[in-house]
């Protein structure tokens, strides 16, 4: 298994929550490491990324402010703090990587190539 997100929950509006996704050791030396959310009935949308040795990272701008994303390489794990999330933050948040190598961050899903399970965030008004 390349990735494994986790920490998904249900958090009452304005609350907090920190997703983790670990990854394989390869992807972490090597990738730009993103992160997507779907909603039901909605397409998968960009959230955040973050290239190889952190200093490139974008937002999407209904996070931007409220999000964090971040990268711990020694422990192989991306992490996206959450913060005043709203009901409209409702959606299966997945992690994705893009090929070894490349060192852009990208906001296209298309770019990602390996993709972990996916963990639900509910939040309630």
């Known amino acids: 298994v390349q990735l494994q997100a986790s920490g998904g929950g249900l958090v009452q509006a304005g609350g907090s929550l920190r997703l983790s996704c670990a990854a394989s050791e390869r992807i972490m030396s090597n990738s730009p490491v993103g992160w997507f959310r779907q909603a039901p009935g909605k397409e998968r949308e960009f959230v955040a990324t973050i290239n190889g040795n952190g200093y490139m990272i974008y937002y999407a701008d209904s996070v931007k402010g409220r999000f964090t994303i971040s990268r711990d390489n020694a422990a192989n794990t991306i992490y996206l703090q959450m913060n005043n999330l709203s009901p409209e933050d409702t959606a299966i948040y997945y992690c994705?990587?893009?090929?070894?190598?490349?060192?852009?961050?990208?906001?296209?899903?298309?770019?990602?190539?390996?993709w972990g399970q996916g963990t639900q965030v509910t939040v309630s008004s």
């Open positions: 994705a990587a893009r090929f070894p190598g490349n060192v852009v961050a990208s906001r296209q899903t298309s770019d990602y190539v390996y």
